[in-house]
Every structure is written in structure tokens, then in C-alpha cells.
């Protein structure tokens, strides 16, 4: 039982910035990381950056010097500061929950990013 909520998403222009939130909880399991991923329509879904309980982070390659993710005050709120952004970063965004004690991982809903002019 984990309920995750995103947040942030909307157009943006080339170059613009957006940021995106993503607010979890649980009564029942701790949670140790989470992570934003990303679906394009016709492709697959993809890591984009990840942050763990001790705000450990990892990024994919083609995210890093764009793209932050960090976690707010509030707990178990992770964000993604997405700088720079191109077209091709036009997406369905979705939070990944790892949660301790459940062995499995939880996904919110999406939030959409749409880069255009």
C-alpha cells in the first residue's frame, strides 16, 4: 500500500525549465528510493534519475547536466529539475517507488511533459 501523486508537468518550450514532484507514502513499508522514469509515445519506458533514502542519486547518460533529482522537505517527496529541455524530452514522466518489506516497487499515474514551441 503506497500512494504515490505527481505533479509539475504542462508544456514548455525548448530550452525551458520544468519541475516535477512526487509525494509518497506509506503506513506499512519504508520506503528507500525513488525514481523518475520517462515513456515517449511508440517507446519504451526509461530511467531518467533516481534518489535514495540517504539521497544517493543515479542518473541515466543522457540526463546528466539537465536533468536533478531531489528530495523536499516534506517526506518522501522526490523532485525532478528538468533544465534545458528539447523536444525529444516529450513524455509521460512516471514516479517509481521502492518500498522495504514489500519487495516490489509502486508507479503514480504519470505526469505528461510536452516540449514545443
Known amino acids: 500500500q503506497v500512494h504515490i501523486v505527481e505533479s509539475g508537468g504542462g508544456w514548455v518550450q525548448p530550452g525551458g525549465s520544468l519541475r516535477l514532484s512526487c509525494a509518497a507514502s506509506?503506513?506499512?513499508?519504508?520506503?528507500?528510493?525513488m525514481s523518475w522514469y520517462r515513456q515517449a509515445p511508440g517507446k519504451r519506458r526509461e530511467l531518467v534519475a533516481a534518489?535514495?533514502?540517504?539521497?544517493?542519486?543515479n542518473y541515466a547518460d543522457a540526463m546528466k547536466g539537465r536533468f536533478t533529482i531531489s528530495r523536499g522537505n516534506a517526506k518522501n517527496t522526490a523532485y525532478l529539475q528538468m533544465n534545458s529541455l528539447k523536444p525529444e524530452d516529450t513524455a509521460v514522466y512516471y514516479c517509481?517507488?521502492?518500498?522495504?518489506?514489500?519487495?516490489?516497487?509502486?508507479w503514480g499515474q504519470g505526469t505528461r511533459v510536452f516540449v514545443s514551441s
Open positions: 517509481n517507488v521502492l518500498a522495504v518489506g514489500s519487495g516490489m516497487d509502486y
Open positions: 506509506s503506513s506499512i513499508y519504508t520506503i528507500y528510493a
Open positions: 534518489i535514495t533514502s540517504s539521497n544517493n542519486t
